[in-house]
């Protein structure tokens, strides 16, 4: 019991770590400040460049591995794994260190899934590239992903402890997201009343 304490603290504060911040530091502009005001790697590609969100990205999906890997080289069962995992996610998205202000646990519910279920992180991945590089939303590519985590789990097969963790991952994706489907429902309503405007009133039969 004790150990489990100990690795699902040590995920907390690896996942913990904001990276963006970081990173922000160094180039000498804060990723919250501009942009969305996230520390993802979405944000930070935009506000700091390429080469920073890359490195985000990649160490935030670190974060996210690190904790499972460190769960099992610890000797701890899949249960244990998968909830290390979970927490370092909660814990890039609530990190003690700005305030339980962080990012939406994209890159690191990646980074997890790496280690847990490899084939349903690759394919979710390129699910999130292409629908990102078709609708210029990563929010929309976070959300199908999300969702995916728990069809592709359940398809592969996988124990029902990684099926259980990726419904986890899908409700922390959606409750970090919940702001951009407010602003997703409000584009689509808005789209959709414009092209209601457009269509020419229907003419009435004469009888």
């Not at 969100?53 to 904790?67: E, P, R």
């Not at 991945?125 to 590519?141: E, K, Q, Y």
């Not at 414009?194 to 039969?205: I, N």
Request: hydrophobic residues 50%.
């Amino acid at each position: 019991m004790m150990l489990t304490c100990l690795l699902l603290l040590a995920a907390y504060l690896m996942g913990s770590v904001p990276t963006g911040v970081l990173l922000g530091r160094l180039a000498g502009r804060d990723p919250r400040a501009a942009g969305s005001g996230n520390i993802g790697a979405s944000n930070v590609t935009r506000t700091l460049g390429k080469a920073f969100g890359a490195v985000t990205l990649v160490v935030d999906m670190g974060k996210g591995a690190g904790a499972v890997l460190l769960a099992r080289a610890m000797g701890a069962d899949l249960d244990v794994q998968c909830g290390a995992g979970l927490v370092a996610v909660v814990g890039h998205c609530y990190p003690v260190w700005l305030r339980f202000r962080g990012g939406k646990g994209v890159a690191t519910a990646f980074g997890t899934l790496a280690v847990l279920a490899p084939g349903v992180g690759v394919v979710s991945a390129l699910a999130w590239v292409g629908l990102v590089l078709f609708t210029r939303t990563p929010a929309i590519g976070s959300l199908v992903a999300g969702g995916l985590f728990v069809i592709l789990a359940r398809l592969d097969g996988r124990p029902f402890e990684v099926q259980l963790f990726t419904v986890g991952l899908l409700a922390v994706l959606v409750v970090r997201h919940l702001g951009n489907i407010r602003v997703l429902l409000h584009r689509y309503r808005k789209q959709a009343d414009r092209r209601r405007l457009r269509r020419p009133p229907r003419r009435r039969k004469p009888r």
